[in-house]
């Protein structure tokens, strides 16, 4: 096995002073917890029993994580509650609110258990050490200078879409000016973007320890903002980036006074279309998109409002309204219902038309349709009384394929609507995005629970010839360095990185039976092949008939099996997690019949069915190793100190230097008292 980066090298000169820090923060976080538990009130001793009893299966490592989630939100709560009770800023350390006694009492008996308590310390203490250690780097101050720069910049943008979309801006001037600076402003930010990634994948800098060790803590970063971003329903992963970039040149282009050309997302099921739309809904807007989902029949109703009676209503005349919330007309005239008589909302919503191609040979739909694209702002909204709002949108979204139905967009909607293709993330060497979508669905304030082994991709070290080896300006030698094995279904591989490609193969396999069409060339993509075996099972092979399957896994899937593996690893007797994912994936092959014997296939290739063992006592990962685990990350390279040989001890020969000798001396006044000068004393003789 691989040492781990930071045991590569022979970091001496800091070694003293990390150590320091990391004895220095473990003692600083355990007397904040031993202060805790102190300061606050504890559940009764039947709930205490109850919660020793849970925690009595754990591992300390599982108790050393259960730990910091335990600090994690005691320091959340506190400082919510402190909020709500002394308002936004209030600090939390000067009030006086009441936490959750069985929280404190949980704290005190994970830090009651030693070794709990110093895999917690070490933890701690290491990752602490090492932000301290970095904080002033170079390249973190670069990248968070761009950080601030795209946080910035991107609140600029999204305020002057707004503006346009709204027509808070109605001079044609103005507006010809605030979409020039929208460019200007995208440019910059994508410009900030692409330096922020050159940071982490050090273009033009030395792979050493210490600059590898910086662009893993600033990729924990990236990581940790996925994870608040799934949170929210939806990760800007790079591709989901592209798409939103292409689809806001469509929207920003045309009259903005007329009804804009709409957007078709084509894709197959799970790859995010609904997240996207809802995600450039709230972007334009600041409110969520109105969702109308498509059929054979749809028409009126659900377009233009439903009829509804009055409970109570004795005459049909006086009884009846029109119920727009979830149509077109609401969306787009603010009126929730047709007895407003002020409207909801002052701008438009975005509509999503989902499961669209079910529409296709609505001769109803087709006639309503059209009729939205030619409306104008202050237009009176078909079917009702009431005016229209500026910002109209329409985005369709479904499937198009040979195993869809039809198999074009019909030419009387393909010039209302732009197609945009939306794919599976990426997953490939240089742009493992499927990998990292899992990492932020296991990764908790704080930490991770899985061990490392479950996780990393694997690298071999390889030596460098030397007479291509490079000499660093401190002298030392690059003498190794680290690189990637190629091979995804090698079981050197964590089990989460062969999963991520083993899922794509999958979803490549699934997309491949939609054939061609004139927006997707589904063909031209990595489809597995498999061969048959002598015991009737199929196996996959370089060569034989592509592996087509009439199932997927969904990014919904993928998150759902992460939440999961989260919520058991807090029972008393948890899983590891590659156990917890074989049994989803066995799961899925029983799910349907005709793909079995080819998801099985897969999944072996993979070698995800192999037998894992758990390893409940490794420890804990800090910031830094959980940024290490995506291959966007250079790895140090191994150098070579130059010696300096020791010169022998130089040694002064001592020669016989006549010692001075001691004369008693006396003053002598010269004659005339002009001087007076020492003589060596003699004794007075008479010759």
Known sequence: ???????????????????????????????????????????????????????????????????????????????????????????????????????????????????????????????????????????????????????????????????????????????????????????????????????????????????????????????????????????????????????????????????????????????????????IARRLTGMDRVKISCGPRTGEPQLLGQGRVFPGATEIEKGTFTDYTKAVSGAWTGFDYSYQKDPARQTAQVVELDEMPKVFENETFFTIAKGFFALKDGDVMPGTDKKILPGRILIGSGNIGQHHGPKAFPPALEREFIVIPVDYPEMKLENPELYEFMLAGLLEKGGMQPSKNELRPYYQKHEIPEAERRVLPDKSIVIAEDKLVTDPSDRRHGFLYRLAYAVKAIQNSYMARGGENAYIDYTKRDILRYKDNDDGSISVSDTGSQIIVGTTITLNDINGWMVGYKEQARKKKSLGLAKWLQIKLKEKVGEKHEDRDKLKAIFEHFHLFDEVAVDFDARPLTPKEIGYLSPRVPRPVYVEKPVVAELPPVVVEEKNVEKPKVYETKDVVLAGGSKTIKIKAKPFRVD
């Open 1 to 279: 096995m691989l040492e781990s980066p930071s045991k590569q090298f022979n970091s001496s000169p800091k070694e003293n002073s990390k150590e320091k820090e990391q004895k220095k923060g473990s003692a600083i976080i355990l007397r904040y917890l031993d202060s805790v538990v102190g300061r606050n009130q504890s559940a009764d001793s039947e709930t205490e029993a109850n919660i020793k009893k849970h925690y009595s299966a754990k591992s300390a490592k599982e108790k050393a994580d259960e730990l910091y989630q335990k600090m994690m939100v005691f320091a959340f709560r506190r400082q919510d509650n402190a909020k709500k009770k002394n308002g936004e800023g209030a600090d939390e350390k000067d009030t006086d609110v009441k936490v959750n006694p069985t929280l404190i009492s949980r704290i005190k008996i994970l830090l009651a258990d030693s070794e709990a308590r110093k895999f917690f310390s070490d933890k701690y203490g290491e990752a602490r050490a090492e932000r301290l250690s970095f904080r002033g780097s170079d390249l973190v101050k670069k990248w968070h200078d761009f950080d601030d720069d795209i946080i910035k910049k991107t609140k600029k943008l999204t305020k002057l879409r707004q503006e346009i979309f709204q027509e808070k801006i109605k001079n044609k001037t103005d507006i010809e000016e605030a979409k020039s600076e929208i460019a200007e402003l995208e440019e910059e930010i994508n410009e900030s973007k692409q330096a922020q990634a050159g940071i982490i994948a050090l273009e033009g800098q030395e792979k050493i320890s210490e600059q590898t060790d910086a662009a893993a803590l600033l990729h924990y970063e990236v990581l940790s903002k996925y994870r608040d971003q799934l949170d929210e329903g939806f990760v800007w992963l790079p591709s989901r980036e592209e798409i939103d970039a292409k689809s806001m040149s469509v929207l920003e282009s045309g009259n903005p006074k007329q009804t804009r050309r709409g957007i078709f997302f084509i894709s197959e099921p799970g790859t995010g279309k609904s997240e996207q739309i809802r995600a």
